[in-house]
């Protein structure tokens, strides 16, 4: 049965590309997918994320960091650009910024962000060359709810990603997209429609 166009929104966050979130938006554009993109946002003119949300048809915005004095400030006003929309749930997709606590109370709706290594291993910006640099055998991507820390928050889902031989770090990354993307079309419905609730580390979705 299709869902309705009160289907649940999400507003997903970029500072670039948008490769991963590409996928989520494929499915939503299926009317009876259980959420609906409502919007893609930018931290800065020219992400090219927000060519592809507009491909779909997606409506974009762009709150451009270097406008606000810090980070507090930026941040306040980026959740008053997210919560136009009415979000249930914000994705952080390759939003390369650290949003100040203040955005996760004001912005409304539960906040995740997807991450390019098991956490709590190779937290930061460059996850994927660490963890080519600390030699491990295994890697993968991690789900988890945004809090206040750097890639700290409790972990919702995870996949792994055998690391081969002759992987360099654009070879490991692309196959680490790969399991993002199946990821985010899988877990963020879930996220939206479902009850979450934490325990400790641990988020139970009922």
């Known amino acids: 049965m299709p869902v309705s166009a009160t289907r649940p929104a999400v507003v997903v966050l ?3 590309a948008g490769s991963t979130m590409a996928a989520l938006l494929a499915a939503a554009e299926d009317p ?4 609906r993109v409502a919007a893609v946002g930018a931290d800065r003119d020219g992400a090219a994320g927000l060519d592809i949300a507009k491909a779909h048809d997606v409506p974009t915005f762009t709150t451009r960091f270097r406008d606000y004095p810090n980070r507090h400030s930026w941040s306040v006003a980026l959740a008053r650009q997210v919560a136009h929309y009415r979000p249930t749930v914000v994705l952080s997709a390759g939003l ?13 709706a539960l906040v995740v962000n997807s991450h390019p290594s098991l956490l709590p291993s190779f937290a930061g910006g460059h996850a994927v060359r660490d963890a080519l640099a600390y030699g491990v055998r295994l890697t993968g991507a991690t789900i988890h ?3 206040a820390g750097v890639d700290t928050g409790p972990i919702v889902a ?6 081969r031989d002759d992987d360099d770090e654009s070879s490991l990354h692309e196959r680490i997209k790969e ?7 899988r877990v963020i419905p879930e996220l939206a ?3 979450v609730t934490t325990d400790g580390r641990k988020v139970r979705l009922g």
Not at 32 to 35: A, K, R, T
Not at 158 to 163: D, E, N, R
Not at 179 to 185: A, F, Q
Request: hydrophobic share 50%; proline share 8%; charged share 15%.
């Open 193 to 195: 429609t479902m009850t």
């Open 145 to 147: 709810l945004l809090d």
């Open 14 to 16: 970029i500072s670039g």
């Open 96 to 108: 390369m910024r650290i949003l100040d606590p203040i955005f996760l109370t004001n912005c409304g």
């Open 179 to 185: 399991v993002e993307r199946e990821m985010l079309v």
């Open 32 to 35: 009876s997918f259980p959420v």
């Open 158 to 163: 995870q996949t792994a990603v055998p690391v």
